[in-house]
Structure formats: structure tokens, C-alpha cells
């Protein structure tokens, strides 16, 4: 069974400063994985959907890399900023079905101080 | 383009009571799907539906019914609420490509008495 974890779950760091943010599963037979964003008391928005078949996606100052053989996606965030505080979820998507199902890891909670 | 809304946004209710979430979506979505999230628990998918007329139970589907009798709407039924389900309700919709992410709703928070 597929299982997704995040480390740190909380994560706070000082304006401006890079940092990374890890995702783990454990099969590494995945269709592709996920990165969003959650704001307090908000739904969640897609970031990043890097496929299988690709090493990294990126989006502005957001990068996002992916390691099947480890296991592992990281979420480069550079040059931080206050406005970046929310939670980052990374989800994955199985081969198995054909339901668009997709299994979360539980997230990092970030906050960027001034 | 309004993309996911859910109604209502907060919700309180006694234990025994039912109640009906309403999900929308204008993106023409063949997936839908109820999550709740809790703390500690992350999201928990509820039920599912690959396509108007058809819902699928997800991990957590017990005392909620679904049904998706139009393409764009998904309501998620609670017949007799219970303290455990108070919890906040986010419906998400993603379209058939294989590189389609899911649009979430704003989320419903209901709080059962």
C-alpha cells in the first residue's frame, strides 16, 4: 500500500532564505506526483505535477524534483517570502485504477518571518 | 469561470440531524470527490465519482451518501450526523487527462453538536 510522508511537518524560517521541502513514498511505481498549497481556512491549489517519465517541474521561484528509484520529491522554495506561509501538501498518483485517486501526504506547515 | 463552490461554508448541527453539501463545478470535470480533513489525519477521501451517475466509496465512506445525478454537481449527504464528522468538507473535480491536477472548493467546516 502507498504511503506519503513529509518531513518537517513545521517548518519556520527567516525572510529571503532558501529551503526545501521533502516528500517520500513508499512504491515507486507512481504515475506522477504533486505539489499544493494550503492557506489557512482555504481550499488547496496545484503548484507543480511533475509525470513519472520527468525529473523536475518548475514554476517561478518553486522547483519541484522527483526521485522514483529513492522514493523521494523535494520542493525548492527560493528566496522565501512572508507571503509563501501556508501549508505544502504532496500528494501521488498509483498506476492501479483508472479513478484519478490520489494518496496525500500529511504536509509542512511553513511560516516565512520578516 | 467560478471553477469549485461549495455551499454552505460553515455549518452547525446537533447530533441526529441531516444535511446536504452541494459541490459545483463549470470546468466539465468527469472526476469529482468529497475529502475531509481533520488534524493529525491530513485528508481522507470520502467517496468518489468517475462520471455523472456513478459515485465509488473512498477510504472513509461510512454515514455519508453521495450522488452525482448532473456532470457538474456532486452532493454529499449526512443522514444522521454524528460528533466524529465534524470536520472540514473540501469537494475537488480534475478532468480526464492524465496530467490533470485537482481544483479544490473553498471547503465547508461543520461542526456537529
Known amino acids: 500500500k502507498q504511503e506519503v510522508t513529509q518531513i518537517p511537518a513545521a517548518l519556520s524560517v527567516p525572510e529571503g532564505e532558501n529551503l526545501v521541502l521533502n516528500c517520500s513514498f513508499t512504491d515507486s511505481a507512481i504515475y506522477n506526483l504533486q505539489w499544493f498549497r494550503q492557506d489557512p481556512g482555504k481550499g488547496l491549489t496545484s503548484l507543480l505535477l511533475?509525470?513519472?517519465s520527468q525529473r523536475e517541474q518548475t514554476s517561478g521561484r518553486l522547483n519541484a524534483s522527483l526521485d522514483k528509484s529513492s522514493g523521494r520529491s523535494t520542493l525548492y522554495i527560493a528566496a522565501s517570502q512572508p507571503g509563501d506561509s501556508a501549508t505544502y501538501l504532496c500528494?501521488?498518483?498509483?498506476?492501479?485504477?483508472?479513478?484519478?485517486?490520489?494518496?496525500w501526504g500529511l504536509g509542512t506547515s511553513l511560516a516565512v518571518n520578516p | 469561470n467560478a471553477g469549485v463552490t461549495q455551499t454552505p461554508k460553515f455549518r452547525v448541527l446537533k447530533t441526529g440531524q441531516s444535511m446536504t453539501l452541494l459541490c459545483a463545478q463549470d470546468m466539465n470535470h468527469e472526476y469529482m470527490y468529497w475529502y475531509r480533513q481533520d488534524p493529525g489525519m491530513g485528508l481522507r477521501l470520502i467517496h468518489y465519482s468517475v462520471g455523472e451517475g456513478t459515485t465509488a466509496k473512498g477510504e472513509v465512506p461510512d454515514g455519508y451518501n453521495v450522488s452525482r445525478l448532473k456532470k457538474q454537481n456532486f452532493l454529499l449527504g449526512l443522514e444522521s450526523a454524528a460528533p466524529s464528522q465534524t470536520s472540514v468538507y473540501f469537494c475537488?473535480?480534475?478532468?480526464?487527462?492524465?496530467?490533470?491536477?485537482?481544483?479544490f472548493g473553498p471547503g465547508t467546516r461543520l461542526t456537529v453538536l
Open positions: 511533475i509525470q513519472s
Open positions: 500528494a501521488v498518483k498509483d498506476h492501479a485504477g483508472n479513478n484519478r485517486k490520489l494518496i
Open positions: 475537488a473535480s480534475t478532468g480526464q487527462g492524465a496530467t490533470d491536477t485537482q481544483y
